[in-house]
């Protein structure tokens, strides 16, 4: 399929590294040419330095054969702008960035007026991301699938768990829920575990669950699941803006932090449900002067990395059990972050990426289950993916044991008719299912490509 990526910032050079790793056709746009000149240099892909909004830059990239056009430099109208001339000068589909608060409530209006396949907001979407991890404060993540009626969850395994030492086998003797281990981070090591796998202290695993039977699953591992009743926030970014939006909906009381005092003047106007500080989030002394200790939820959402790390640690060494969530856009240390023992780590630029590439794969189906969710799972070491199977294939009426499913890839579970199935050996899937499958391969298009050729 031939791509053409407008804008290389965080999100443009993550799109371009996977779009080439899933074997497109790969051109990029970016007015600074050193920028062009490292991803080419790093990727099989032609580059071009230039404007992204030009027509005659466009036909250099080759708009008129392009299957897709994804507009994401750092200017909302910019991105509109490519994507209209991309309409006028071929007939391929078109993503847009739009991150501007302001043009949330027109999103549909918009996409209809410029003709757009999508539009992303990464705040909006990492915000949600947020909202849908203090669910269970305990995990470190969770990605919804089914439209959010089943969950991976990741948390980590500590040394008092009766987890530890335990033989996967011999789970259904200590709980009793339709749960499945999934996935195990050892380590760098990702393990696609059975029956005999035997899980360990500081074991970070996925398990596959419906909501209510995550929460009995964590309550019979002595793990604590309530969902939280306040949060602090350090940071009034955009994002900042759309977690209060949404936990307040729900009657989560949210405390934002923000030294700009207008940034704090407008908060204070868009968000009447929240308390807004003026004052800096980094200062131990205003941190405990407003009420740290009491919060149950600490997220780290400041525009600086290290600012994030840094005060995240410090409430994470002062605050017990308290949930801790820090955003990173840049760092890319991720062995040294993992280290960090942070809990919950946002990045909004992979979130972003998920959704472009899910649609990418979608739009090379050929067998009609496209991918509905994408989820990189496990520091991105594998993938989960939803299908659902719209008709008769290779995957359906035979049961799952006989089917020549590739190694690496697993059957997660099958959602039928409302019905959550973890499933077993003598499981069939069927028309109409969805089915979440976990895979440490990249670049699964269709249900059918867990199978053998």
Do not use: W
């Amino acid at each position: 399929m031939k791509i053409i990526i407008i804008g290389l910032g965080k999100v443009g050079t993550t799109l371009a590294a996977e779009l080439c790793d899933e074997e497109n056709d790969v051109t990029v746009i970016d007015k600074k040419e050193e920028l062009v000149e490292d991803v080419t240099g790093q990727y099989d892909l032609m580059g071009i330095a230039g404007n992204g909004a030009s027509h005659s830059t466009q036909v250099e990239a080759g708009i008129e054969s392009a299957d897709l056009l994804i507009a994401v430099t750092g200017s909302d109208e910019i991105n509109l702008l490519c994507c209209l001339m991309a309409e006028d000068g071929g007939k391929c589909h078109s993503i847009a960035r739009v991150r501007n608060p302001d043009y949330n409530s027109e999103i549909a209006f918009i996409r209809r007026k410029f003709h757009l396949s999508l539009i992303i907001n990464p705040d909006m979407v990492a915000a949600m991301e947020i909202a849908r991890n203090l669910k269970f404060p305990s995990a470190i993540d969770v990605d919804s699938f089914a439209k959010n009626r089943v969950d991976i969850l990741k948390f980590r395994v500590r040394e008092n768990s009766v987890l530890n030492g335990l033989r996967i086998a011999d789970l259904s003797e200590r709980v009793h829920q339709n749960i499945l281990i999934c996935a195990i981070e050892r380590g760098t090591d990702l393990i696609i575990p059975d029956g005999n796998t035997i899980l360990r202290e500081k074991d970070q695993i996925a398990i596959v669950a419906g909501d209510n039977d995550a929460n009995q699953f964590f309550r019979q591992v002595g793990i604590v699941s309530n969902q939280v009743k306040n949060v602090m926030i350090v940071g009034g970014s955009p994002m900042a803006y759309y977690v209060a939006k949404l936990l307040g909906a729900v009657g989560i009381r949210v405390k934002i932090i923000e030294k700009n005092y207008e940034r704090c003047e407008a908060l204070s106007e868009m968000l009447p449900k929240a308390t807004i500080v003026h004052g800096d989030g980094t200062d131990k002394v205003l941190l405990s002067e407003e009420g740290l200790e009491d919060y149950e939820c600490f997220a780290a959402l400041t525009n600086i990395d290290e600012e994030n790390i840094l005060v995240s640690l410090y409430a994470k060494k002062i605050g017990g059990q308290k949930k801790i969530i820090t955003k990173i856009n840049r760092i890319a240390f991720d062995e040294v972050i993992r280290e960090l023992d942070l809990d919950t780590i946002v990045h909004p630029k992979d979130i972003t990426a998920e959704m472009i590439i899910r649609y990418a794969r979608s739009m090379k189906n050929a067998y009609g289950s496209n991918v509905e969710t994408l989820h990189k799972i496990i520091d991105g070491k594998a993938e989960a993916l939803e299908f659902i199977i719209r008709g008769q294939s290779r995957v359906t009426g035979t049961t799952l044991q006989d089917l020549p499913i590739r190694k690496g890839i697993l059957v997660a579970c099958i959602y039928r008719e409302g019905k959550i199935i973890i499933p077993r050996g003598s499981d069939r899937m069927q028309t109409g299912d969805s089915v979440i499958i976990i895979t440490q391969e990249k670049g699964l298009k269709d249900i059918e490509d867990i199978l053998q050729k």
